[in-house]
């Protein structure tokens, strides 16, 4: 930090550390990363606590994480019209190259979160729009998500998540599910072998970002009748070209 920065920067900063921290960090860790001597620093974390934008975690140390507030506000960027209508525009051009609906995806919580969707023009079609959630552990973007985490992370996941059965193929014991995040972990893609809907297949590939991290899903669906699993693998390749289009939407500035 600079001299130059005002406080609400230095506050702003503090956010961005504990967002990109991924986990809690303490009030030495935030000390030694930010520069700020402790009792300022203190006095700064006790007014976004105060505000719902982060909340300090008990356990073997004290420690702050993205409270609430921030979390809320962190969706609402995420599913801003900006970002939003370039994500369109590419999922809409890589519909009329498919002729399948596409959709792209985040995780939240334990669920799925459509950040956008273009449905093909067929008559069979599921009402998910931008903002709608769906369990994980039975469609093939909660899948690939899942198994892009930490392997800790996603084997301590699939071990506490309630793992309903939705069709006859969902996948209800944890360590089926461990092993195939394990698979998709390994091979980049993900599969919903009629898991979610009966009759619907789908396929997903990661978008990454310049670290490699992955950030979103790209799925495709459709009925199995038009397009078996077999075939929707054949379009590996294209999705992951509109994921790479995809993932400077993701981008910060600068």
């Known amino acids: 930090m600079t001299q130059a920065e005002t406080p609400t920067l230095r506050a702003f900063a503090l956010l961005e550390r504990l967002i990109h921290a991924g986990a809690p960090l303490s009030l030495a860790e935030l000390a030694r990363d930010s520069g700020i001597p402790k009792a300022s620093l203190h006095r700064m974390l006790a007014a976004l606590e105060r505000g719902g934008l982060i909340m300090r975690e008990p356990g073997a140390r004290l420690a702050y994480a993205v409270g609430p507030r921030l979390a809320h506000l962190g969706l609402r960027v995420v599913l801003h019209p900006g970002p939003r209508r370039q994500r369109h525009a590419i999922l809409a051009a890589l519909v009329a190259e498919l002729e399948q609906t596409c959709n792209l995806t985040m995780l939240h919580d334990d669920a799925v979160l459509y950040l956008e969707r273009v449905e093909a023009d067929w008559p069979l079609r599921l009402q998910l729009q931008p903002g709608s959630r ?20 996603r084997s301590a996941l699939a071990h506490a998540m309630t793992l309903a059965r939705r069709t006859a193929n969902t996948i209800t014991d944890p360590g089926l ?11 980049g893609v993900a599969l919903d072998n009629e898991e979610f809907v009966d009759g619907i297949a789908c396929v997903a ?13 790209l799925a495709m669906h459709a009925p199995v009748s038009r397009m078996p699993l077999s075939r929707a693998l054949d379009q590996v390749p294209r999705l992951q070209r509109a994921a790479r289009a995809l993932a400077p939407t993701f981008s910060l500035p600068g």
């Open 134 to 153: 769906i369990p994980a552990h039975c469609c093939a973007s909660g899948k690939l998500l899942l198994a892009m985490l930490p392997r800790d992370e």
């Open 177 to 187: 599910l461990e092993s195939e995040l394990d698979r998709i972990a390994h091979s």
């Open 205 to 217: 590939v990661p978008v990454l970002d310049p670290d490699g991290a992955c950030v979103a899903a």
